[in-house]
């Protein structure tokens, strides 16, 4: 049985095929416009971070591990000490700080260190203190690899 037209409607068998072809010369323009002849340079993704530790206590800033590779890291921080402390990261042009880090309490810190050479961890207060903090000490050596053939890896 025949289904009858509407008088002024197009039938979809006719509409269809126009529908279709307008969207297959569409995806071909823009997959077109997607294909350039400019090359690009495939440079080495970064290293991957490395998460280093610290503690603030009454008398020292200890860091762990403190031998490591140019490359970007993460310092998280723990403050140990009665007192809100705040951090710095400085060393071969970078002055980094975080803070004040209340008593009991975390902080992070992310920094790419490019440079070989000694990085100093230091805890400051506000307030007058009994006594100097010593700070911790990253000794930064030769670079990390890329970790360009990690899979997986964010």
């Not at 323009?29 to 280093?52: H, K």
């Not at 970007?72 to 009665?82: E, G, L, R, T």
């Not at 071969?92 to 100093?120: F, K």
């Amino acid at each position: 049985m025949r289904r009858k037209v509407q008088r002024g409607r197009i039938p979809n068998c006719v509409t269809r095929p126009r529908v279709l072809g307008a969207a297959a010369v569409a995806a071909l323009g823009l997959s077109g416009t997607a294909c350039g002849t400019e090359d690009f340079r495939n440079e080495p993704r970064p290293p991957q971070p490395i998460q280093l530790t610290a503690v603030i206590t009454r008398t020292s800033v200890d860091v762990e591990p403190n031998n490591i590779g140019t490359g970007p890291i993460v310092v998280v921080v723990s403050n140990q000490d009665d007192e809100s402390h705040t951090i710095s990261l400085t060393g071969n042009g970078v002055r980094e700080t975080v803070g004040p880090i209340n008593p009991l309490d975390t902080a992070s810190l992310q920094r790419s260190l490019s440079v070989d050479g000694v990085y100093l961890l230091s805890a400051g207060s506000p307030e007058a203190q009994r006594g100097t903090i010593e700070p911790g000490r990253i000794l930064v050596g030769r670079g990390r690899q890329s970790n360009r053939d990690d899979v997986q890896v964010p």
